[in-house]
Nanobody
Framework: QVQLVESGGGLVQAGGSLRLSCAAS????????VGWFRQEPGQERDFVAA????????YYAESVKGRFTISRDNAKNTVYLQMNSLKPEDTAVYYC??????????????????????WGQGTQVTVSS
């Protein structure tokens, strides 16, 4: 079981920045790929970014490429999502997630929500125009 806790959300003006954190309960967190997703009310949960267990591979949704950066500090069991040049359409609840199995160099980093088993409670990001 992996428990994930997101933090760092808030209200920011368009063009501003926020850094989200995803802290994990297990020391073996460094063996898991991690993804960030976001969800607006009444909408499906959309992929935002993902990072491999080693931090060497990252993926981004087209809508956030060049503005968001995912990174991780395995010594702190934490994954980050740096969000710059925020837009009102980035407003959503942001979730971090981990699959239900260890990852290794032979496995592909998952980028769809059904591939993830552990989820945090979410953190609200609101971008005003």
């Amino acid at each position: 079981q992996v428990q994930l806790v997101e933090s760092g959300g808030g209200l920011v003006q368009a063009g501003g920045s926020l850094r989200l954190s995803c802290a994990a309960s297990r020391r073996t967190f460094s063996s898991y790929d991690v993804g960030w997703f976001r969800q607006e009310p009444g909408q499906e949960r959309d992929f935002v970014a993902a990072i491999s267990w080693s931090g060497g591979t990252t993926y981004y949704a087209e809508s956030v490429k060049g503005r968001f950066t995912i990174s991780r500090d395995n010594a702190k069991n934490t994954v980050y999502l740096q969000m710059n040049s925020l837009k009102p359409e980035d407003t959503a609840v942001y979730y971090c997630a981990a699959p239900g199995h260890y990852s290794d160099s032979t496995s592909a980093v998952p980028t769809s929500s059904p591939e993830y088993d552990y989820w945090g409670q979410g953190t609200q990001v609101t971008v005003s125009s």
